[in-house]
């Protein structure tokens, strides 16, 4: 397995557990949130932890974003957010983008404007935990 560059924009719970796995897995892995507290408490979980607002095309550029190989935009609630900074990620350059969508209309968004994969975090595990049940032998004791 190859060891890449990872930015994690937005610490919500998805956000903060993807990162701390690419990062327990070995990856550089730099975090950013606007909410210094969701920043702190990822300090240890993380090659760099930065507080700032991902809007802001100057901070995104002077923390290097353009060198990253793969950005998780996790900003769900804030769709004009994802949408902005979706789409810089990918006027950076950055390969390969995953954005996390509310609703159908926000990932078609997303995806008009590049990003290469979208996510429903909690219908994707919902999905899961369905096929789990059925194929697992849980009721047979
Ligand atoms: P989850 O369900 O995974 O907990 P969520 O979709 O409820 O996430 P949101 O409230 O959308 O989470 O936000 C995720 C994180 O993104 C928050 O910690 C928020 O501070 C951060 N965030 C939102 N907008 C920006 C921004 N412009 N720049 C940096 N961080 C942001």
Redesign the pocket.
Known sequence: MSFRQFVV???????SSVAKTLYSLGNEVLV????EE?VQEMADFATHAVQ????DEAALRSLGIRNFDVAVI?????VQ??I??TLLAKEYGIKYVIA?A?NELHAKVLYKIGADRVVF??REMGVRVGHNLCSSNILEY
């Not at 950013?32 to 909410?35: A, C, F, N, T, V």
């Not at 700032?52 to 809007?55: E, F, K, L, S």
């Not at 996790?74 to 804030?78: E, K, L, W």
């Open positions: 924009i937005g610490l919500g719970r998805f956000g950013i949130d606007k909410d969701k700032a607002d991902a809007t996790a900003i769900g609630d804030d957010s994802s902005m900074v996390k509310q975090p909690e």
